[in-house]
């Protein structure tokens, strides 16, 4: 089976109130091409369609125009989209009946059944070609109780999943599962996407019997492990923050039953990528030289890197602005070094609002730890106690 896997597409993303809408108009217009070329047996969309879970009606309009385009470009592929983090589950559903019609696949939730979870609306057989199990964002505890109460229930939902998929699978169709979360391979040791504390699900709970695992969430494309080609973040296909500046693609892997996969990664062109400059902090003023002399046919987003002992000046924003007037590139933020007190500081400034909303409370209190120079370990203890108690009680 030939998939093509995206992921984190954030439609609606407004890159510091600047608006995207072309940007994400020539990505659909990429995407449509590589499946005319491309022609695979289905697209995945692992999540986090939209960057906020009430999307404006022009954001809405753009993505299903987008997708009944890429639809005419290979009327015979599957298409699967799941919910992610960001996304409304049930506004995703609310047409997924219509979608059917064009071959479109929409998973936003789990629905519940007297024995646990109805598993077999998250399978999807492609006749003579695969099996895609698709599994939206769920917070852990959404998941139905274990009936081993020494079992995690969100990894015992997935192996049920894997196990309900085996006995479907009498023909020994290649296999690729779905899903939307944090996870690493232990034997790698830590990820190096968990900053600021976000919190890592070991590879093996999702299981066992998928030959590729299409995985959202995390925005820089990698595998998990570095000894296989099985599990993927395919990444963003548009930066959202300034620490998103490497390469943004899709992913399209050949996938057999009881095989690695043959993956090949295909490079997306960005209208607007990010930029800190210059790669080495200056002061204000000659940042602002630079940023006067910087080509006026860049269409980067901008980021200033300086460096000051008494901070910024007040209407720095009013002069970076000025300094880019008549360019195409857009000027968003200074990233500061502070150097006041005698010790170098480097001040999260590149911490945006959409960012904070990104972060977990277990995130951000880490964060905050780490800066005070407090031990976190017994910290996070009590507090992740606390956010359990919380919500399992909601639960209930």
Not at 147 to 165: G, I, K, N, W
Not at 346 to 366: N, Y
Not at 370 to 394: A, H, W
Request: charged content about 25%.
């Amino acid at each position: 089976m030939k998939i093509l896997h995206t992921s984190d597409w954030h439609l609606g993303h407004e890159h510091y109130n600047y608006n995207r809408q072309d940007e994400f108009e020539d990505f659909f217009l990429q995407l449509r091409d590589i499946v005319r070329r491309e022609q695979p047996d289905a697209m995945l969309v692992s999540g986090d369609i939209y960057h906020s879970s009430i999307p404006i009606i022009s954001t809405q309009t753009m993505y299903v125009e987008a997708i009944l385009d890429i639809h005419e470009a290979c009327p015979e592929m599957e298409i699967i989209v799941t919910a992610g983090n960001h996304d409304s589950a049930s506004r995703l559903e609310v047409d997924r009946l219509l979608w059917d019609h064009f071959r479109v696949r929409v998973v936003g939730n789990l629905v519940r059944t007297p024995d646990g979870v109805d598993l077999d609306r998250h399978v999807f057989v492609i006749p003579g070609k695969g099996i895609v199990a698709a599994v939206p964002h769920v917070f852990k505890q959404n998941f139905p109780p274990s009936t081993d109460p020494s079992v995690d229930r969100q990894e015992a939902f997935y192996h049920a999943l894997m196990q309900h998929v085996e006995e479907r699978n009498t023909d020994g169709l290649p296999v690729v599962l779905m899903a939307h979360l944090a996870v690493k391979d232990m034997k790698d040791g830590n990820s190096p996407d968990e900053a600021g504390g976000m919190e890592f699900e070991p590879l093996d709970i999702l299981g066992e019997g998928y030959d590729y695992a299409a995985l959202g969430h995390i925005h820089h494309p990698r595998f998990i492990s570095k000894e296989s080609k099985k599990a993927r973040y395919c990444g963003s296909p548009l930066a959202i923050t300034f620490r998103e500046s490497y390469e943004h693609s899709v992913t399209i892997a050949q996938v057999e039953h009881g095989k690695e996969p043959v993956v090949d990664i295909i490079p997306l062109h960005l209208m607007r990528p990010v930029r800190t400059i210059p790669d080495e902090p200056v002061t204000f003023e000659e940042a602002i030289e630079i940023l006067k002399a910087h080509d006026e046919n860049d269409a980067s987003y901008i980021q200033l890197n300086v460096r000051s002992n008494n901070g910024l000046p007040v209407d720095c924003n009013e002069r970076a602005l000025k300094a880019v007037t008549g360019k195409r590139c857009r000027f968003c933020t200074f990233h500061l070094l502070d150097e006041r007190d005698n010790a170098t500081k480097l001040q999260q400034i590149d911490v945006t609002p959409e960012e904070f909303m990104e972060m977990t409370p277990m995130e951000v209190a880490k964060r905050y730890l780490e800066s005070k120079g407090l031990p976190t370990d017994d910290y996070l203890r009590l507090l992740k106690m606390t956010l359990d108690t919380i919500l399992k009680e909601k639960a209930q």
